[in-house]
């Protein structure tokens, strides 16, 4: 039994031992075999057999099904003696299965050899994929590719062999082996002439031999296709690709060569750009937005200087009078963003008028879906932290466009957006963590590393939140890990707060002070004063009153007036008119304070106010904060932010009831006497 083995990637076929060719008979024989092998050793009832086997079945179809296995079973099994149980194509409850090992069929040994190659070293992946693909001898269940029942595993077998074409040609590239790759992904796109991922392959491909002109031919012609057959432009990763062949990008060469190399690169390639390429080219304005959003990534100066040329891109972009262009350099700024604060409020407001000028001149129809997506998460990231609804109508709608055009980069894109929207009321991380879970899942599968990145950053914020800090842990290290291997220094300033968060969690505060001073050094510089700005003094303070056990009087005595509070001001200002004995006007102070912004730092802020309303006995800010606090309930208050926390929400929440109940019986405070 050991030594049959089985073909489907091609004709349905058996083989002895020796590899010799078994005879099957007719078609109906192959077509039950066919099917039992396609249940995966799994039972497949008669009645199903029939239902597949015949259009309209007679009353001798069960009879029929049997005589074709037991002449199968003659030939699987010739030496079984008579009356003896069968071994291989056995008989179980309602039907049969097919009990083949698993190395027995040549599409299970190909699926596992694929799914194998992806874990191994690029030459041995080459290695592995080439015997793979040497399985295939036709399309896949040749004789049954157009059955009802045979249709679903045909394609999804033609598809696996696609990707897998695809993964040796890049397996080939991470080798140096550009100029084997091009003839087979020649030949793939000549039958597959939809394959965006093989078109940017080949394009790569060609550019590494030092055919730049043809490999900007490839894209066009895969433009021109995608456009002329399809009616749809080209994904944002071979636009992408387009833009960095034109501009000679040091990335698109192997890695590993001497910095040297690749310095004395750059240096020609840009001066040469600088030398063919029109000043007031529409390509060189493209190819400056790439370079600024890879700029972005690279933190402190680099950060800060993205964010100065940005905007001036977005203007010139506006000054060719084209929407289409606009709408480009706007939504090719995908930049993962993990803080809910902007680091520049005015540019945001400014680019989100640029984009809500763009949205409505953009031509109507599908051509144009991937840019009005864009345009709308722009939107939704620049307006983050506030409470226009617009952010959130931004964000639901890109994320709608990006699962409807099933575009991979597009839909982490609104994700990002759709996070930045996601605080606009207290207990939402699970809604965080679920959106954080999907971008890591996405981006692991699509080689969107940013991203994948980002939602590591995003679990590790929530699960803080709830508690789990095991989870927060693997996350943070995995963020920490992709960050190391792919250059973004910026991840580390995001973990190493977390770091500090976990002692002052566990109310270790000589511990968390020390290292939120250290967390706090890795800031500066770090080029993001939305983060910056008041944070460490505001590390300092929620570690002073966490949990509602420190009053706000004693919380107040280690409050600095004089220190850079940023844009949590407002909210501290109580306690340092209390520090300095004016607590009528610290009372009045509090009452004016507005609703916290919808940012990850909401429940931390009204924890700090309710530290306030506490001291004053102000029921009616109490019976807000607790109305506000109460979707919360069971998490770490401030602690999705992944910097800081004020400790359990039910402990505030069981402070304010019971200064509630006080107040009642006591009579109401007398700020709220009328």
Known sequence: ???????????????????????????????????????????????????????????????????????????????????????????????????????????????????????????????????????????????????EWARGECARLAELKLQAVERRARARLDLGLAAEAVPDLEAHLAEHPWREDAWQLLALALYRTGRQADALAALRRARALLADQLGVDPGPKMRRLEADILSHDPRLDLRGEPSTAVTRLWTQAAAAYDRTVAADARARLESTIGIIRDLSLTGGPGLQAAREHRLQAVTAAEAFGDPELTARVIGAYDVPAIWTRNDDPEQARQIVAAAERALPALPRGDAYEAARCRLLATIALEMRGTRSPRGPQAASEAEEIARRLNDPALLAFALNAVFMQSCTRAGLSPRRDAIGGELVTLAARHGLVTFEVLGHLIRMQAQSALGDFPAADAHAAAADHLAERHERP???????????LRPAACGQIPQAEAAYRAAAARLDGAGMPGVEHGLLPLAQLCLRTAGGSTSARQAAEHVDPDADWGPYRPWVEPFILLRTGRRADAEATLRAVPEP????????????????????????????????????????????????????????????????????????????RR
């Open 490 to 500: 910026l991840v580390s300033v995001f973990t190493s707060w977390y770091r500090a």
């Open 597 to 672: 912004p919808a940012d990850l730092l909401y429940e931390a802020m009204c924890c700090l106010q309710a530290t306030l309303a506490l001291e004053f006995g102000d029921r009616a800010v109490l019976e807000q904060l607790r109305a506000r606090l109460l979707p919360a309930a069971g998490e770490l208050a401030g602690a999705g932010s992944g910097l800081i926390t004020l400790g359990p929400v039910d402990r505030w929440l069981t402070a304010i009831t019971h200064a509630l109940d006080c107040t009642t019986r006591s009579g109401p405070h007398p700020a709220t």
């Open 1 to 147: 039994m050991d030594l049959i083995t089985f073909g489907v990637l091609g004709p349905v076929v058996a083989w002895d031992g020796l590899g010799g060719v078994l005879g099957l008979k007719g078609p109906r024989h192959r077509a039950v075999l066919a099917r039992l092998i396609m249940a995966r050793r799994r039972v497949v009832p008669v009645a199903r057999l029939v239902e597949d086997l015949w259009d309209e079945p007679g009353p001798g179809a069960v009879g029929a099904v049997q005589t074709f296995v037991a002449a199968l079973r003659r030939v699987l099994e010739p030496d079984r003696p008579a009356r003896a149980p069968a071994r291989l194509l056995v008989t179980e409850g309602p039907g049969y299965a097919l009990r083949a090992a698993p190395d027995a069929v040549d599409a299970w040994r190909f699926e596992t050899a694929v799914a194998g190659a992806a874990q191994l070293p690029a030459g041995q992946a080459l290695e592995q994929l080439g015997e793979a693909l040497e399985l295939w001898r036709g399309p896949a269940y040749a004789q049954f590719a157009e059955e």
